[in-house]
């Protein structure tokens, strides 16, 4: 079966980088784009950005273009993301999606709580 | 960008009615609208693809509706089990925004 494991939180210092993984397993990693989303508490979802793990291209929303980097493993299934510059606005769940027409599977999501 | 607007915000139903849900966008989108459904503490979950298309596993009680720039997500007799939050997302074009949500909640 298809799944998507996410760590489950990160406490990460203002100002500075964390990297995320979301290892894929149960379908040809390569076959399918990744999506990346923004969950800030009691708020709603926002859309950073997808890679194609076959050749690692890239598209992103463009808010997110200087603090998202999406990246893939082939070797291990897995894609990250790496948040710079962390701040209090940074704080939220973020997801990983395989996209299969949509958004078919998610992962648990992965809480980053930003604080000194 | 294009801007997904969701109504209402709030919905509070009884079990066994039907409810809709309004998806707007802010320019025509086709039919590459799709739902989600989030329960509290839970990831999201693909409801329904390409305005109308069904998804396996989902009860077949979720249907949707509409093409260009409105879109309705039907619930046919509401469960207790269906109270969450419902978001539209615009597949047809970057950024792939999502709409604000409506939380579905039963009386």
């Known amino acids: 079966q298809v799944q998507l494991q996410q760590p489950g939180a990160e406490l990460v210092k203002p100002g500075a980088s964390v990297k995320l993984s979301c290892k894929a397993s149960?379908?040809?990693?390569?076959?399918?784009?990744m999506h990346w989303v923004k969950q800030r508490p009691g708020q709603g979802l926002e859309w950073i950005g997808e890679?194609?793990?076959?050749?690692?291209?890239?598209n992103y929303n463009e808010k997110f273009k200087n603090k998202a980097t999406l990246t893939v493993d082939k070797s291990s299934s897995t894609a990250y993301m790496q948040l710079s510059s962390l701040t209090s606005a940074d704080s939220a769940v973020y997801y990983c999606a395989r996209f299969y027409y949509a958004l078919d599977y998610w992962g648990q999501g992965t809480s980053v709580t930003v604080s000194s | 960008d294009i801007v997904m607007t969701q109504s209402p915000a709030i919905l509070s139903v009884t079990p066994g009615d039907r409810v809709s849900l309004s998806c707007r966008a802010s320019q025509s989108i086709g039919d590459y609208l799709h739902w989600y459904q989030q329960k509290s503490h839970e990831s999201p979950r693909l409801l329904i693809k390409?305005?109308?298309q069904s998804i396996s596993g989902i009860p077949s009680r979720f249907s949707g509706s509409g093409s260009g720039s409105d879109f309705t997500l039907s619930i046919n007799s509401v469960d207790p089990e269906d109270v969450g939050v419902y978001y539209c997302?615009?597949?047809?074009?970057?950024?792939?925004?999502f709409g604000g949500g409506t939380k579905l909640e039963i009386k």
């Open positions: 997302q615009n597949g047809h074009s970057f950024p792939r925004t």
């Open positions: 390409y305005t109308s």
């Open positions: 890679i194609n793990p076959y050749n690692g291209r890239t």
């Open positions: 149960g379908y040809t990693f390569t076959n399918y784009w």
